[in-house]
């Protein structure tokens, strides 16, 4: 069973900075893209960042150059920095893999589309 476990929400003023993270459990072979996604109250949930097995890296137009997504293969964890945090930054983050390589039943398996439990980001005076 694959699980991703998210920390590192909270309350900070404007102009703060948050670090998240996200780690994967599981008989995990392989991870594919990981990405970091928010929703705010009314709205859609959309993608803020994501990161390729190889380090390619893809962001949000309104996040660039304030947030920076990295990863750790070897621990199968993703983090996403946040500095210079807006109040429009506010939502909820979830953190995404879109598909990864899994041991069981001795064989490996590809299974995809898995989402974290979320965390909520606040960010007001």
């Known amino acids: 069973q694959v699980q991703l476990v998210e920390s590192g929400g909270g309350l900070v003023q404007p102009g703060g900075s948050l670090r998240l993270s996200c780690a994967a459990s599981g008989s995990i072979l392989s991870i594919n893209t990981m990405g970091w996604y928010r929703q705010a109250p009314g709205k859609q949930r959309e993608l803020v960042a994501a990161i390729s097995s190889s380090g390619s890296t893809n962001y949000a137009d309104s996040v660039k150059g304030r947030f920076t997504i990295s990863r750790d293969n070897a621990k199968n964890t993703v983090s996403l920095q946040m500095n210079s945090l807006k109040p429009e930054d506010t939502a909820v983050y979830y953190c995404?893999?879109?598909?990864?390589?899994?041991?069981?039943?001795?064989?490996?398996?590809?299974?995809?589309?898995?989402w974290g439990q979320g965390t909520q980001v606040t960010v007001s005076s």
């Open positions: 995404n893999v879109d598909s990864l390589s899994y041991y069981g039943a001795l064989r490996s398996h590809t299974g995809y589309d898995y």
